[in-house]
């Protein structure tokens, strides 16, 4: 099992940047395929972002391509995601998440998950 904790969410002013992190628990980081997703209010839960074991692969929503980038330190049970040109309709609660097996673009597939961190982005 990972426990996995998200920081790095706040108020921003539309156009500005964010550095989201997860924080795992426990020594099998590594060995799974992590995402992101999101969750604005009213709206369900989406996928954003997704990264291999190694980091070598990523994966994007096709709305979010150019100004989001994913990555992970595994030395440091730790993964990212960038968010850049930040918009208002990016405000939601951001969500990592661990994958338990098949398609990182399908929520079900994720086994575990965080607590979220807010991001508010002002127009």
Do not use: H
């Not at 426990?3 to 790095?8: A, C, D, I």
């Not at 980081?29 to 604005?40: E, I, K, L, N, P």
């Not at 998440?97 to 597939?109: D, R, T």
Request: proline fraction near 2%; include cysteine.
């Amino acid at each position: 099992q990972v426990q996995l904790v998200e920081s790095g969410g706040g108020l921003v002013q539309a156009g500005g940047s964010l550095r989201l992190s997860c924080a795992a628990s426990g020594r099998t980081f590594s060995t799974y395929v992590m995402g992101w997703f999101r969750q604005a209010p009213g709206k369900e839960r989406e996928f954003v972002a997704a990264i291999s074991r190694s980091g070598s692969s990523t994966y994007y929503a096709d709305s979010d391509k150019g100004r989001f980038t994913i990555s992970r330190d595994n030395a440091k049970n730790t993964m990212y995601l960038q968010i850049n040109s930040l918009k208002p309709e990016d405000t939601a609660v951001y969500y990592c998440a661990g994958l338990i097996g098949g398609s990182v673009y399908e929520l079900p597939k994720y086994g575990y998950w965080g607590q979220g961190t807010q991001v508010t982005v002002s127009s």
